[in-house]
């Protein structure tokens, strides 16, 4: 933009500006003691484009400092009689703005179904938070080509019925999630692109992430992929050294 310009010009800047940042979810999973969550609020900044998921006990521990928090998983229920349950009515009160739902260790240990997952979003827009929902195939679903089929039918049933005005989905091929295996470029492409029409033909406006081994060493690869809107990183975002990399190449991109 050059100097001295409209009001009007520096509101298409801004705009080019936000456009050009990737969005990065921190997937805590369950791996972090209250000694790690102390050094990484002491040592990682807030950042608009970063939205942490610890485990919900640790919430309220990132709540103060970070404004984009998630939490990993919610019951449909908004309050009850549901122990070990918790609620997206009670993290939206407590400043929670984000969910996870349908990752693939929820669907395999939690026995998350599209119906049950489709319930959960429900929920979750019903508060006023976005959903951050998981979506990917295995390799058996790879070999046997069946990838897109598994990918439209978690895409139409997870969505059945929601209307929202923002939705992330994160792309997490499930033979990538947690192996140091990424999947290749041209999959990645193939399956965004896809996505992307499926999104479109529902009429869902949403951001696409992929995830999947992502790190440090591995992201300026996946970075050169345009058409994706940002990444979703499991373990490596609980190494504070390997989250300060990867916010400075997102910087740099």
């Known amino acids: ?146 990838s897109k089929e598994i990918l439209k039918k978690q895409i139409i049933d997870g969505l059945k019925g929601i209307k929202c005005d923002r939705i992330i989905i994160a792309y997490e091929p499930v033979y990538a999630i947690g192996t140091g295996v990424v999947a290749p470029k041209s999959d990645i492409i193939d399956a965004v692109n896809y996505i992307k029409d499926i999104c479109k033909s529902i009429g869902i406006d949403a951001s696409i992430l992929y995830g999947g081994s992502v790190d440090s060493n591995n992201l300026k690869d996946l970075l050169t992929i345009n058409i994706i809107d940002g990444f979703m990183v499991g373990k490596s975002s609980c190494s504070i050294s390997e989250v300060l990399k990867i916010e400075k190449l997102l910087s740099c991109n």
Not at 118 to 136: A, E, F, H, L, R
């Open 1 to 146: 933009m050059r100097r001295g310009g409209s009001l009007e010009e520096l509101k298409i800047y801004l705009k080019e500006v936000s456009m050009k940042n990737k969005l990065l979810v921190l997937n805590m999973k369950m791996y972090m003691e209250p000694s790690d969550i102390k050094k990484f609020i002491e040592s990682v900044e807030d950042s608009d484009n970063v939205i942490i998921c610890p485990e919900a006990i640790y919430i309220p521990y990132f709540i103060n400092k970070y404004k984009n928090i998630g939490i990993q998983n919610v019951y449909s229920k908004s309050s009850g009689a549901y122990t070990g349950c918790n609620s997206a009515f009670h993290a939206k009160k407590l400043g929670v703005n984000y969910a996870i739902l349908g990752h693939s260790e929820c669907r395999e240990y939690l026995n998350i179904t599209d119906e049950i997952l489709n319930k959960q979003i429900q929920s979750v827009v019903d508060n006023k938070m976005i959903p951050i929902m998981c979506i990917g195939e295995t390799l058996d679903d790879k070999v046997s080509s069946n």
